[in-house]
C-alpha cells in the first residue's frame, strides 16, 4: 500500500497591503534611519541651545549686576569697561541692551555727549527691542541737548514717546521733547508737546502734572 504523502499547511497569504509596505519599508529603511537619527540630533541641539541661553543670560545678568552696583558707588571707569564686556560677551541678550544704556549714560555723565551721540545712534540702528530702543532714543534725546542740537534732541525724545512701552515714559519723552523745543526757541512747538501730554494721558499718570505746571505758566493760565 503507497504511503500517504503528508502535505504541508500552506502559509497565510499577505494580503497586498502588507506586501507593498514590506517592499516600501526594505527600500526605504535607511532614508528612515538617517531621518530618525536628524530628529534625535535636532531635538537635542533645540536642547542645548535653549540651556546655553538660559546660562548665558544668566550670567550676563550677573555681570550686568556687577557693573550698575560700581557705576552707583561712583566708580565709573571700571564700570565703562564692565559694561563694554558685557556688550561684545553677551550679545543679543537683555543685559548687553542694558549695557548699552549703561555705558552712555556714563559717557553723557562724564562730559562726553557727542561721543554718546554717536554710540546711541549706532544703536539704534541696530533695531533693539522697543523697551530699550525708547530708552536709548531718550538718552540719545538727552545727549544732543547737551550738544544744544535742539530740534534733533525733541525728535528723538519723540521717537522715545512713541517706542515706550509704558505712558508714564511716554509722557518723560514728550516732556523731554517740550523742553528742546523751548531751548531751540520753538515755543509754539513747545506748547504744542505739553498740550499732546494733557490730551493724551490720565492726569494720574506719572508727569502729567509737571505738563500742566509748566503749560499754564507758560500760558498764564489759558492753557
Not at 506586501?19 to 531621518?35: C, D, E, G, H, I
Not at 558685557?86 to 541678550?93: C, E, F, K, R, V
Not at 538727552?142 to 508714564?168: F, G, I, M, T
Amino acid at each position: 500500500m503507497a504511503e500517504t504523502e503528508t502535505k504541508k499547511p500552506a502559509a497565510p497569504a499577505e494580503t497586498d497591503g502588507q506586501s507593498r509596505w514590506l517592499l516600501w519599508y526594505q527600500k526605504n529603511q535607511k532614508v528612515l534611519s538617517y531621518a530618525v537619527l536628524a530628529l534625535a540630533v535636532i531635538g537635542v541641539g533645540g536642547w542645548l541651545w535653549r540651556e546655553t541661553s538660559r546660562r548665558k543670560e544668566a550670567a550676563a545678568m550677573a555681570a550686568l549686576q556687577e557693573a550698575q552696583i560700581k557705576m552707583d558707588t561712583g566708580d565709573l571707569g571700571t564700570a565703562a569697561t564692565d559694561f563694554q564686556r558685557i556688550i561684545q560677551t553677551y550679545a543679543g541678550t537683555d543685559a548687553a541692551y542694558q549695557a548699552e544704556l549703561g555705558a552712555n549714560a556714563i559717557r553723557i555723565g562724564s562730559g562726553q555727549s557727542q561721543i554718546a551721540v554717536d554710540a546711541l545712534r549706532k544703536f539704534v540702528g541696530t533695531n533693539p527691542p522697543a523697551y530699550f530702543a525708547a530708552g536709548a532714543w531718550g538718552m540719545l534725546g538727552a545727549a544732543l541737548e547737551n550738544v544744544k542740537q535742539y530740534d534733533e534732541a525733541a525728535a528723538a525724545y519723540r521717537r522715545s514717546s512713541e517706542l515706550a512701552p509704558e505712558d508714564y515714559r511716554k509722557v518723560d519723552g514728550l516732556l523731554g521733547a517740550s523742553r528742546a523745543y523751548q531751548l531751540g526757541g520753538k515755543g509754539d512747538q513747545s506748547l504744542a508737546m505739553l498740550r499732546e501730554i494733557l490730551g493724551k494721558f490720565p492726569k494720574e499718570t506719572p508727569g502729567v502734572a509737571e505738563a500742566t505746571v509748566r503749560l499754564s505758566e507758560a500760558t498764564k493760565g489759558h492753557m
